[in-house]
Each structure stands twice: as C-alpha cells, then as structure tokens.
C-alpha cells in the first residue's frame, strides 16, 4: 500500500491531477520530489511482487527424507518456476560424516542444522526464517545423529 501511495504520489505531480484522497501531491515539484517518490513507489511495487510470487510458488519449501532400509537420504526444494523448478539432493547415509548444529546469536541470529559430508560439503536442513527454539533444534540434532549413527558436532 505503501508503494503505491508513493507511486501516484510521483504521477500526481507529474500530471497535476490528484489521484490520492487522503494528500495532495500535486504540491510537490515533479523534479526532483515527484521523480523520486514515483521511483521509490515502483520499486516497492516490484519488491512486493517478488516476495508475493516467492511465498506463491512456495520457494525454499519441501522436504527431507531419511530411509534405512534403502539406505539413501533424499533432500526436495523447491526452487523458481522454470527449466530447473525442483532441487534435489540425494546421496547415501554412510555418506554422512556428521550432523552439525550452527548456532549464532546476536544482530542476526542463526539455528540451523547441517549434514556434513564425507567430502566435506555441508547440506542444510533448516528451514529458513524465524531462528527454532535452541531446545528444538537440539533435539532434533540429537535424533537425527542417532538415528544415522553419527556424531553430533557444534553443541
């Protein structure tokens, strides 16, 4: 909402006819406060579409897959719609060396869990977003290493 006010804001003093109900913007000089709100409110606009069509096409989401009695682990996302619209990750559970636990804190904090690799790649996990509680995170650290009979490093 707030892109598209700063963008008829731009046009209504571009063209002078006011097209918000709430301000008058055909105040402001075209150059250069009408020229920078229009500029800003397309920006917002396409910012907003970007995220919008990110959480429509579910971008990051699907799923993690451990099987014993295959002995494969298949890690799904899904990625931007086009040629390459799936992500797939697959590779054998005596591949894994370790289960990792990142924890940073601070500004801008991070919980995640890894599967680290023989050949030391590291596969993240987590979802992203909103960091889960440290206790969670534990556990299912603690579940995961068990359950591949691997160690549990970072904790």
Do not use: H
């Not at 591949?95 to 993240?124: C, H, M, T, W």
Request: aromatic content about 10%.
């Amino acid at each position: 909402m707030g892109g598209t006010g700063f963008l008829l804001s731009g046009i209504s003093s571009y063209t002078q006819i006011n097209l918000l109900p709430f301000a008058d913007p055909t105040q402001l000089i075209f150059l250069p406060q009408g020229l920078v709100m229009g500029l800003y409110g397309s920006a917002a606009l396409l910012l907003a579409l970007y995220l919008w069509l990110v959480i429509l096409w579910d971008v990051g989401g699907g799923y993690n897959e451990f099987s014993k009695e295959t002995g494969k682990i298949q890690i799904f996302r899904w990625g931007f719609p086009g040629k390459n619209r799936q992500v797939e990750f697959t590779c054998q559970t005596e591949d894994v060396q370790s289960v990792r636990v990142d924890i940073q804190e601070g500004f801008n904090p991070r919980r995640a869990l890894y599967l680290r690799l023989k050949d030391r790649r590291e596969i993240p996990l987590t979802r992203v977003g909103q960091p889960m509680p440290l206790s969670e995170l534990e556990n299912q650290g603690a579940e995961l290493a068990k359950f591949l009979q691997v160690p549990l490093e970072g904790l």
